[in-house]
């Protein structure tokens, strides 16, 4: 008697492919969810090798039962309503596989440190609002932001505290923002936001907000309190730029405000 073998369908085949490809992901070698999700790929497996295991025993009984009594052919029911229930178990175990796969997804999207989005997220979502804009002729502007002198608060305070104030300031900025607003760390100490169906007089309004909430806001950790302020380059993205093309003359206007002498807001 041959072997039975249950193929995957090709969504199996690159759901699992994914899985497999998140776990050998050097980025992700310290996600507590990769042990869930090797667990998973485990039982899935375990269970694809007994619907095997079943299927053979179910050939089997097929064959028998032409030649044999009714006892045999309520025995093969007997194993196909088994086959069935672990049919549905191994629906209910790829169910759970591909939601712990989603969650995986926003697990590579979010900042580690502070939370908000990273730069693959903000990538992302920015490619989005140029398409959008494009396809309904609707403004948008983008900021990028940089804390001021944030080498100095690693090398005088120390790396811990450095964290903090990078934390302390992601939720400053956030709660200055609007709930549309799409804001992410891009890199370091610098952050992007988005800021959709915005020109750019309304966006500096909300961007001038975003650096007083910051200057008086404190920061650090316990009795060590580090002043912290924040120096914005702002724009408006163009019709038939690209993304690199906002952020590029966002970044002009960053360092317009650096020379300027920091804790300000300059527009391209």
């Known amino acids: 008697m041959s072997d039975v073998l249950i193929p995957l369908s090709l969504d199996e085949q690159d759901l699992v492919s994914r899985a497999l490809a998140l776990l050998e992901d050097p980025a992700e070698a310290h996600n507590p969810m990769r042990y869930v999700l090797r667990e998973l790929l485990a039982q899935n497996e375990e269970q694809r090798g007994r619907l095997e295991k079943l299927l053979r025993i179910s050939d089997g009984y097929h064959n028998v039962a032409r030649t044999q009594n009714l006892d045999l052919i309520r025995e093969y029911d007997r194993q196909i309503m088994r086959l069935e229930k672990l049919a549905r178990i191994s629906d209910r175990y790829q169910s759970q596989l591909l939601h712990l796969n989603e969650e995986l997804k926003a697990l590579t999207l979010r900042d580690p440190l502070t939370g908000i989005g990273n730069r693959r997220?903000?990538?992302?979502?920015?490619?989005?609002?140029?398409?959008?804009?494009?396809?309904?002729?609707?403004?948008?502007?983008?900021?990028?932001?940089?804390?001021?002198?944030?080498?100095?608060?690693?090398?005088?305070?120390?790396?811990?505290?450095?964290?903090?104030?990078?934390c302390s300031v992601a939720e400053v900025v956030r709660a200055a923002l609007r709930d549309y607003d799409v804001f992410a760390r891009w890199g370091g100490e610098e952050f992007i936001v988005v800021l959709p169906e915005t020109g750019l007089t309304a966006a500096t309004t909300v961007c001038e907000r975003v650096r007083v909430a910051v200057e008086l806001a404190r920061f650090g950790r316990g009795a060590v309190q580090v002043p912290i302020t924040v120096s914005l380059g702002l724009t408006e993205h163009r019709p038939g730029e690209t993304p690199s093309d906002t952020i590029s003359r966002a970044d002009a206007a960053l360092r317009l405000a650096k020379v300027a002498g920091r804790n300000c807001l300059k527009s391209a």
């Open 121 to 166: 997220y903000m990538s992302e979502r920015l490619c989005e609002e140029v398409e959008r804009a494009r396809r309904v002729d609707a403004v948008f502007s983008l900021a990028v932001l940089d804390i001021d002198h944030f080498k100095q608060v690693n090398d005088v305070h120390g790396h811990d505290v450095g964290d903090e104030v990078l």
